[in-house]
């Protein structure tokens, strides 16, 4: 299983727009964050985990030739906005798989009633086969996904487990019998949106207690924000399994 990170950054992207933050202006690629998404390849297979604005850029800039699904964790626009540029897949290959939460699902028919029409649809929209999952482990073909429930402040998202990785992001409690889900981790994907504390999200000492609790082999932070600060200063200060992920960085598994 391959896993690339699309995006890393928050709802506003780094640098955000008007911004004269010095992360914003910096010149070194690993400051620049679209927003949050993962593909995963498994067997040939192409999974993204959220579409947002950034959609089509990220699909350009991994030359992707093919989606199999996408699993969404929540129905907020910087994990959603994209939905309309699977076009291209749509054209090729005929209705994308999309897995959420019913809750997702309603948000999404009524932001994208094109998408989801069924009589007098446009010729040139795309289509979906829509798949409700609740929380419990579901099947993508014979890939097993075990969805990882939380909360987003008062928002319920689902983080996910597939195989020995997992991914949670815009996470701020998590329940301990979901933290049981992911135990014997390789690696974990995290949120950690700053070093101040959050609403919504886990700050970096929220994310480095919960790696701790969670203890995976390895740890990967995303959803960042410029508050947080300069990627390479920042990663040298975090543990030794513990790395802050970039917007293009591969992991194997």
Known sequence: MKVTFLGTGTSQGIPVIGSTHPVCLSNNPKDKRLRVSVMITHNDNVYVIDCGPDFRAQMLKQNATKLDA????????????????????FFKQGDIPIYAHQRVLESLRRRFDYIFETENKYPGAPSVAQNRITNAPFYIEDFKVTPINGMHNNLQVFGFRLE????????????????????NLDVLVINALREKEHI??????????????????????????HWLGFHDEVQQKLPENVYLAYDGLTINL
Do not use: C
């Open 200 to 225: 919504s999200h886990f700050n970096l000492e929220e994310a480095l207690a919960f790696i701790e609790k969670v203890k995976p082999k390895k740890a990967y932070l995303t959803h960042i924000s």
């Open 164 to 183: 020995d990785f997992a991914y949670l992001t815009d996470m701020k409690t998590v329940a301990d019998e979901e933290i049981e889900k992911l135990k």
């Open 70 to 89: 996408i699993l969404f964790t929540h129905e907020h626009a910087d994990h959603t906005a994209g939905l309309d540029d699977i076009r291209p897949f």
